[in-house]
């Protein structure tokens, strides 16, 4: 696979998937700019090489074609003061007027294209779509590995159309990290597994079995654990189809030596709100009309001493409710173990994209672990052992 480093980007037009599907508040401005922040070092060594850039990303899930709120526009500025370029911006991602933009871009410019999901044949994968986009560039860079799990013309189909196809910086170290606690990771390896559902995680978890010394399952998700073995979880979150399932994860684990540790006691609420009424539990005891939405204080405490003690984790999932801060205390401990287990025990952590990304971030704490992963789906898909399309089109 060719990589960043390794071309010279000297002259050449290098047309870069990125994702820049970021937050914007009504206003169009930027909440968040860690995407965009994190393929910066892929620009600028594009741009120090002598060679020029082309941007295309998608933002939201336009329904229905061009559509005011969902327009890359509303980036050319915050782009342009963060890269220190002033960038050029097409207002339609293929068609005559971005085929000049882009041929007609010298060494050292940025364009940014429109939302390419303006166009349905983006995320249908559509071979003629993608090659008009081909044509934008000399080289094809891939550094959306938020992406990179879904077929689409710009992640994946469109590579077919050039001999050099590159991975881009955010790609590679994604795909490193994922490979470190997969192939490399020293122990104890302990897997933090959180969020709504086991549905979502069943792939990963059953994976992560075989590698794993230590599984800690929190969230949601524990409560269809303790309804299958018999305990009364009032009124929380239950898959009731998946009890079975949960029943031979267990049995799994434990014929595999995986140590399985979930909470003892949780944070119950009388209603779906951070301002409902809160009394603290133990498990399998939930009284009717009550529901858990964190763990409880004897749990964090559990948790906390085998993060102490691991020298791998992954870390998926938050531990509760995190949107509310009444129920964001697990979350917010389990993250702080993480940081401390980095820093004073030499642990490598590993924090999955989506709401554990958010929930790391938000209590500050993303750059005091070994890596953050900007992928949520994707990470996940790469961990239970899928090709990624938009990885396999840069081979
Ligand atoms: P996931 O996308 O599967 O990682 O799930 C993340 C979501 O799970 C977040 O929006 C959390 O609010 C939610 N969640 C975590 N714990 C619970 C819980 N005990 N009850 C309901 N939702 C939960």
New binding site residues.
């Given amino acids: 696979m060719k990589t960043v480093d390794s071309y010279n980007f000297a002259g050449k037009r290098a047309l870069i998937r990125v994702d820049f599907n970021v937050p914007l508040n009504e206003k169009f401005e930027i909440t968040d700019d860690t995407r965009i922040q994190a393929t910066l070092p892929t620009i600028r060594k594009i741009l120090a090489d002598g060679g020029s850039c082309i941007l295309m990303s998608h933002l939201g899930r336009p329904k229905d074609g061009p559509t005011e709120k969902y327009s890359l526009k509303h980036l050319i500025n915050p782009l342009s003061v963060i890269l220190g370029v002033s960038v050029k911006f097409a207002d339609d991602c293929i068609g005559e007027s971005a085929y000049d933009q882009a041929t007609t871009l010298q060494p050292g410019e940025i364009l940014l294209l429109e939302n390419l999901r303006f166009y349905k044949q983006e995320e249908k994968g559509d071979v003629d779509f993608a090659e008009k986009l081909s044509k934008l560039g000399d080289v094809w860079v891939n550094d959306a590995f938020g992406t990179a799990h879904r077929a689409h013309a710009s992640t994946a189909v469109i590579g077919q159309f050039f001999e050099d196809r590159i991975c881009g910086y955010v790609m590679q170290a994604e795909i490193d990290n994922a490979q470190r606690i997969l192939e490399h990771a020293e122990r104890p390896f302990t897997a933090i597994m959180?969020?709504?559902?086991i549905s979502?995680?069943i792939l990963i978890i059953e994976r992560l079995l075989d590698k794993v010394d230590n599984l800690i399952i929190g969230?949601?998700m524990t409560?269809t654990f303790t309804k299958a073995l018999g305990g009364k979880i009032g009124k929380?979150?239950l898959e009731a189809d998946k009890q079975e399932l949960a029943l031979e994860i267990l049995k799994k684990a434990k014929a595999k030596g995986v140590n399985i540790i979930m909470p003892v006691d949780n944070v119950c609420a009388d209603a779906f709100s951070n301002d409902a009424n809160r009394q603290i539990v133990a498990t399998g005891q939930i009284p009717d009309g009550w529901?858990?939405?964190?763990i409880g204080p004897e749990t964090i405490a559990l948790f906390e001493e085998v993060v102490r003690t691991s020298k791998t984790i992954l870390w998926?999932?938050?531990?509760?409710?995190?949107?509310f801060p009444n129920f964001a205390i697990g979350t917010d401990a389990i993250a702080k173990a993480v940081v401390k287990a980095t820093e004073e025990n030499g642990a490598f952590s590993l924090i999955g994209g989506?709401?554990?990304a958010s929930a790391i971030n938000n209590a500050g704490y993303g750059d005091r672990v070994s890596y953050v992963s900007t992928g949520g789906g994707a990470l996940l898909e790469y961990m239970e052992g899928k090709e990624l399309p938009g990885v396999a089109a840069l081979a």
């Fill in positions: 959180g969020g709504a559902k979502d995680k969230g949601g409560y929380s979150l529901e858990g939405l964190d998926n999932g938050p531990m509760g409710v995190f949107e989506g709401d554990s």
